[in-house]
């Protein structure tokens, strides 16, 4: 194996997307075959981030930014314990990292986890033909001495489809943990880990929340084992639709009547919960600068994104749901996707992107000071009662 600390090697690699469309390159990273849902991400930094959020498992990022790697890899940003994506495609590689933070190279962290990448294709065709075609399985391949276009493409095609994938329990943590809050101590939440990224529960606890992080499996009793003042359902991988536990999680905690605040799969899921359908976009929202508005207030964020999937829910109306009245509370400019809801005879709402800023825009944080004040509503009303 061919190896370089400058960027790429010179080993041949081969990207195969299902539709047929065969990009040559040279291998970034580990050296290998690796497949996954063929996605891009329009931010021009925040590589790393990307990398380690558990949304992105099963899934082979496309960076559109041409130049990526530049600051190297840090010990300090990664929003999980690993890199989850399947695979990584770039155009041209740093050769040479420069940040005072910096400890490794991009292309020596993806070798030391195992990630197979390619490099030194035409990132902008392969965006486009995903933006006219959809996102679809992909392969990569790299060695010195590759199957022929053929096979590669019937592995391809052979690979598991995200519709239909069932991913959190995957990513999601196995055993309960707890961050405390910084300062003094105001709330008790119990966060659902659906891929939760590190810098969500740090978000809470600046705002005086202790977080109980519990597994995806969790229980109803395990939620309100903790005794919360709020639940938090996390953002994570896969197909909402298959998200059964969940959705009856979250009912039972909307019969309660209990704070609650979900982003990115946490929305699909109250977007079930509450009796509307999800479906597949066609090639999904990735990266940290896609325009949302707030239609609470009419305020237009910049915002960090990573789904696939969106709730199927009327823009134009309040829709009536087993739990009260609800509507969209936040739409996606591009394209008009759901990209928020809320309750309004019950404290809980959802959006459908990623608020802790990790990587990305600040724009939408106070959404956690908006699921404080819900807790703090709620303590002052049990208290007048």
Known sequence: MTTSTRGATKTPAVLVLEDGRIFRGRAYGAVG????EAVFSTGMTGYQETLTDPSYHRQVVVMTAPHVGNTGVNDEDPESQRIWVAGYVVRDPARVPSNW??????????????VVGISGIDTRALTRHLRERGAMRVGIFSGNALPDDGTMLAEVRQA????????????????????????????????????????TPHRMAE????????????????????????????NGPGDPATADHPVAVMRAVLERGTPLFGICFGNQILGRALGFGTYKLKYGHRGINQPVQDRTTGKVEVTAHNHGFAVDAPLDRVSETPY???????????????????????????????????AGPHDAAYLFDRFTSLMSTVQMEGQRA
């Open 160 to 199: 598991p489809e995200m519709t239909g994938a069932d991913l959190s329990a995957e990513v999601a943590t196995k055993e309960t943990y707890v961050v405390p809050a910084i300062g003094a101590k105001k709330y008790t939440v119990a966060a659902i880990d659906l891929g939760i990224k590190g810098m």
């Open 101 to 114: 933070r910096s400890r490794r190279s991009l292309d020596e962290e993806l070798r030391n986890q195992g």
């Open 324 to 358: 009260g009245r609800a509507e969209v509370s936040h739409v996606c400019l591009n394209d008009q996707v759901v990209e928020g809801l809320r309750l309004l005879d019950r404290p809980a709402f959802s959006v459908q992107y990623h608020p802790e800023a990790a």
């Open 207 to 234: 705002r005086g929340i202790e977080v109980h992080v519990l597994p995806a499996t969790a229980t109803v009793e395990d939620v309100y084992a903790v005794n919360p003042d709020g639940v938090f359902f996390s």
């Open 33 to 36: 075959v690796t497949f996954g």
